[in-house]
């Protein structure tokens, strides 16, 4: 009989990982995943940053930070910003990432993400939420 057990090495995500790419190129047109990450710095302290990458023409915002005395100055949307003019110059036509409602749903909204999805009780009492937007509007070029 298999044992299903818990691992904490790399090296096991690592080859699930390639596994399912492997499945899945199969099925689909394999792409050429690029990572993205954009660090603020003041000094010697990191103010901000973003992480995600960029994959079948879509920017994937995975983490996104802003130090909260940084807040309401702009700072976070310029990071969003030039994630998506790098994704743009990657060839991305849309974007999505993920949000709860303790964080700022509203700014991503004001940006014009759109929620096509949610998860009520993700933690309990509170809704995580899905968002896309599009980068590039074709009907224009």
């Not at 299903?4 to 492997?22: F, G």
């Not at 802003?66 to 807040?71: G, M, T």
Request: hydrophobic residues 40%; glycine residues 10%; charged residues 25%.
């Amino acid at each position: 009989m298999e044992e299903i057990a818990i691992s904490h090495a790399d090296d096991d995500v690592q080859l699930i990982r390639r596994m399912l790419n492997e499945y899945n190129f199969r099925l689909v047109q394999p792409d050429n995943h690029e990572g993205l990450c954009l660090v603020v710095r003041r000094g010697d302290s990191v103010i901000g940053g973003l992480v995600g990458g960029t994959y079948w023409n879509w920017l994937y915002v995975e983490l996104f930070w802003v130090d909260e005395n940084e807040r309401h100055a702009g700072l976070g949307t310029r990071i969003l910003a030039r994630a998506e003019e790098i994704a743009i110059q990657r060839g991305c036509q849309n974007a999505h990432l993920e949000t709860h409602d303790f964080q700022n749903l509203g700014f991503y909204k004001k940006r014009g993400y759109q929620v096509f999805g949610e998860l009520a009780d993700l933690p309990e009492g509170h809704t995580k939420f899905f968002l896309h937007k599009r980068l590039i509007d074709h009907r224009h070029s």
